[in-house]
């Protein structure tokens, strides 16, 4: 089971703090990513951790969002600053047990899914 948490309303400028832990599983992720889906739109990409360290952004959101994760596999924080009303939208968490080479951009580079928090940001 993967879980996401923190989604909310929040002015243009504003932040946001997103939390994810994937749980009940008999493995350990070797990695965690969060997607974004809008209205009408495909489910992008917007940030991964790989649990050796490595971090990879979305060009949309390099410089306002960061990835971490609490020092524990299996939990997966995303702080969102200056945000935008072109962020709005559900955001997912996704967790990875495969330890083979991947971009951890799509979609399919993931096993488990939560189902989403919304973030809207007001103009």
């Known amino acids: 089971q993967v879980v996401e948490s923190g989604g909310g309303l929040v002015q243009r400028g504003g932040s946001l703090r997103l939390s994810c832990a994937a749980s009940?599983?008999?493995?350990?992720?070797?990695?965690m990513g969060w997607f974004r889906q809008a209205p009408g739109k495909e489910r992008e990409f917007v940030a991964a951790?790989?649990?050796?360290?490595?971090?990879v952004y979305a060009d949309s959101v390099k410089g306002r969002f960061t990835v971490s994760s609490d020092n524990a596999k299996n939990t997966l924080n995303l702080q969102m600053n200056s945000l935008k009303p072109e962020d709005t939208a559900v955001y997912y968490c996704?967790?990875?047990?495969?330890?083979?080479?991947?971009?951890?951009?799509?979609?399919?580079?993931?096993?488990?899914w939560g189902q989403g928090t919304q973030v809207t940001v007001s103009s």
């Open positions: 996704a967790a990875r047990s495969s330890a083979l080479p991947a971009t951890l951009r799509l979609v399919l580079d993931y096993e488990y």
């Open positions: 009940g599983h008999t493995f350990t992720s070797t990695a």
């Open positions: 951790f790989w649990f050796g360290g490595n971090k």
